[in-house]
């Protein structure tokens, strides 16, 4: 592989942004230095130059929240690995964290294998959260397989009881206990299920079960309740927590509460929670925005902005893309029984910029520590992913400020093939994806399929703590 320079760009990470540049050798960062010092290099026959004045250079974008490939209520996601990894890549995304669900058997090396197989077309660079939906001993120790495998956390749910997939309360503690001993991280999927099935009863019951009718079958306090008892569960065992997808108001005071408690609390959201409302559930098309939790209401959509403009509030922006075709998300009107999950990696990127960091709302270096750094430390990936240190992965995410894109179905790339932000434009966009020194996505697809590989990692850094 050819040496490559990345000259005059600036280089952002969490802590500045400066003018410098880049080498790249054998798939790592060689170098980064400031403007200018390679330049006896750049006449050389094995090194390509790109000239990238007037672009921010980002570590890779990491999407520590994806369903590829998702199989579900007897069908599966529109886009498997391939065609979510080329949308990822699209939008400047390096790596995906996706998941593996449980193995009834507790093996979880062989959920695993299958699992990564499923993945081996994969353009981007991946890992895993293991899901955990029940814990008896065999479980507690094959719990210990996934540090061999190299996954640094485990996803629990205190809901979908019906589904099979909500772990028992009363084993919250011993889960919890055994991932502190291994150092897995617990992430969790929090909205309480007794309340959900009560509500769901009584709209069932009334016959009002259209999708505008889902956000008060599982509401904001729903969200609350679980991220107050399970943050508690938490706080008792002494191990920090991660809340997935946090969409309201209501469950982010929750966190606040159990913050000043000392809770080592870590929270993520989507952009569809900071960028979609309610009202699009009265609209004709309501099943294309019908996720879990349900979209929440403008002034949680205000609330959660506001939370980045306080220290520690949000520590990771992720998308829970979970993309099913308009033929899939169209095949029921009742909000029991459509298909959940909306696409998401490709459109991360250019929303945050143009709505957060264009608007004021934070700084470019927290963006990029909220959608590289933070996912890479806290999900043991750290410095091979997510930082700009001499011989790590050479993940580069090459951003045009200037740039402005109409997020329609015809501009992007999901399988699902309709674009949930088809009515906004962003200003700001990936130019140039690298991922491990090679250019994988410009303008249109430039590796082969199957070009991403499984990262190992380690525990995640919230232990070092």
């Known amino acids: 592989m050819a040496k490559i320079i990345l000259k005059n760009a600036e280089i952002v990470d969490y802590i500045s942004i400066k003018k410098a540049d880049i080498l790249i050798e054998s798939e790592k960062i060689a170098g980064v230095e400031k403007q200018g010092y390679f330049k006896d290099m750049e006449k050389k026959t094995d090194t390509k130059v790109i000239d990238l004045s007037g672009k921010f250079i980002f570590p890779g974008i990491i999407d520590a929240h994806t369903h590829y490939s998702l199989h579900s209520r007897g069908t599966i996601t529109a886009d498997d690995f391939f065609s979510g990894s080329v949308s990822a890549a699209a939008g400047g995304v390096t790596t995906v964290i996706d998941y593996i669900d449980f193995p009834e058997d507790g093996d979880f090396q062989k959920a695993f294998d299958a699992r990564k197989k499923e993945a081996a077309d994969s353009i981007v660079d991946y890992n895993f959260h293991q899901v955990i939906q029940d814990f008896d001993k065999n479980i507690s120790k094959n719990l210990a397989q996934l540090k061999e495998i190299g996954l640094a956390s485990i996803k629990l749910f205190t809901t979908y009881k019906r589904a099979g997939y909500m772990i028992d309360r009363n084993l919250w503690g011993r889960v919890l206990k055994r991932l502190k001993e291994l150092k897995l991280l617990p992430t969790v999927h929090a909205e309480d299920d007794s309340l959900i099935q009560e509500l769901e009863a009584v709209y069932k019951k009334r016959g009002l079960t259209e999708p505008v009718y889902h956000p008060f079958m599982r509401p904001d306090a729903a969200e609350a309740l679980a991220v107050r008892d399970i943050g508690e569960e938490a706080l008792k065992n002494e191990i920090p927590l991660y809340v997935v997808h946090l969409s309201s108001a209501l469950a982010l005071n929750e966190a606040r509460r159990l913050r000043k408690k000392n809770a080592e609390l870590y929270l993520e959201t989507t952009p569809h929670y900071l960028m979609l409302n309610q009202s699009k559930l009265h609209s004709r098309d309501a099943e294309l925005y019908f996720m879990t939790p349900p979209l929440r209401t403008k002034f ?17 922006i992720a998308t829970d893309h979970c993309a099913f075709n308009k033929q899939q998300k169209f095949q029921s009107n009742s909000a029991l029984d459509i298909l959940p999950g909306i696409p998401g990696s490709e459109t991360l990127l250019p929303l945050i910029y143009t709505y957060g960091v264009s608007r004021g709302k934070m700084k470019l270096t927290e963006m990029v520590e909220m959608l590289s750094v933070n996912p890479a430390k806290i999900f043991g990936l750290y410095p091979q992913k997510g930082s700009f240190e001499v011989g790590t992965d050479a993940d580069f995410t090459v951003f045009d400020p200037q740039l402005e894109k109409k997020l329609t179905a015809e501009n992007l790339h999901s399988a699902a093939a309709y674009s949930p932000y088809k009515e906004l434009k962003v200003e700001g966009y990936p130019i140039i994806t690298i991922r491990r020194g090679e250019i994988i996505f410009k303008n249109e697809l430039k590796t ?6 499984f990262i190992f990692a380690h525990s995640s850094d919230l232990f070092l703590h």
């Open 448 to 453: 082969k399929k199957g070009s991403g590989k």
């Open 300 to 316: 949680d959509n205000e609330q959660l902005w506001s939370a980045f403009s306080i220290d520690n509030e949000f520590q990771v």
